[in-house]
């Protein structure tokens, strides 16, 4: 019903910033959401938007910004002040739950994932 492809991933030194886009095909998901994971981690929410309304993370809060376009067929994720830490494969997920906010659990579809690299 629903398909997302992410984009805008790349290597950016420490305080830089990068803006990753989702596009979604198909039915107008609830929820669109950011998550990341490393190798050996569990998948982390970022930032989502459901029902129009955007959920940040600890980790966005201050230095990312989830938007959506006026169709909600695009997500974008503006990251800021970027660190270190905040390397990891992002991913994209779509969801029909109302209340999936950043719980993977309830994402049913998700992207390939654009790699986000941040040098000191």
């Known amino acids: 019903q629903v398909d997302v492809v992410e984009s805008g991933g790349g290597s950016v030194q420490a305080g830089g910033s990068l803006r990753l886009s989702c596009v979604a095909s198909?039915?107008?998901?609830?929820?669109m959401g950011w998550f990341r994971q490393v190798p050996g981690k569990e998948r982390e929410g970022v930032a989502a938007?459901?029902?129009?309304?955007?959920i940040d993370s600890n980790v966005a809060r201050g230095r990312f910004t989830v938007s959506q376009d006026n169709a909600k067929k695009t997500l974008y994720l503006e990251m800021n002040n970027l660190k270190p830490q905040d390397t990891s494969m992002y991913y994209c997920?779509?969801?029909?739950?109302?209340?999936?906010?950043?719980?993977?659990?309830?994402?049913?579809?998700w992207g390939r994932g654009t790699q986000v690299t941040v040098s000191s």
């Open positions: 997920a779509a969801s029909q739950v109302q209340w999936a906010f950043l719980r993977a659990d309830l994402y049913n579809v």
């Open positions: 198909g039915d107008i998901p609830e929820c």
């Open positions: 938007i459901c029902s129009g309304r955007p």
